[in-house]
């Protein structure tokens, strides 16, 4: 079993910045794709990034392209979200999310974080 615990959520004006961090513990050695989706109120979970092991591959959703880089220290098996020109529209729950082959939308993910709450006021 893999735990994921987050941190770094908060409140933000617009335009602000934040850090968001996921710990993996556990069987991290079967961890491949690391990465976060986020759900706002009355809305479905939707994919923000992902990063596989090597770091060599990042993806994010046209969403937040261009704001959020994801990045990871497999030393401290550790993925981070750094937000920065936030929005509204970027409040949610942030959730961390790792699996054994892939992080991507539509797909089954192995492991969850129960979540940050990131509020972004106007």
């Known amino acids: 079993q893999v735990q994921l615990v987050e941190s770094g959520g908060g409140l933000v004006q617009d335009g602000g910045s934040l850090r968001l961090s996921c710990a993996a513990s556990g069987r991290t050695f079967s961890i491949n794709d690391m990465g976060w989706f986020r759900q706002a109120p009355g809305k479905e979970r939707e994919f923000v990034a992902a990063i596989n092991r090597s770091g060599s591959r990042a993806t994010a959703a046209d969403s937040v392209t261009g704001r959020f880089t994801i990045s990871r220290d497999n030393a401290k098996n550790t993925v981070y979200l750094q937000m920065n020109s936030l929005k509204p529209e970027d409040t949610a729950v942030y959730y961390c999310?790792?699996?054994?082959?892939?992080?991507?939308?539509?797909?089954?993910?192995?492991?969850w974080g129960r979540g940050t709450q990131v509020t972004v006021s106007s």
């Open positions: 999310a790792a699996d054994g082959i892939a992080v991507r939308p539509g797909r089954a993910i192995d492991y």
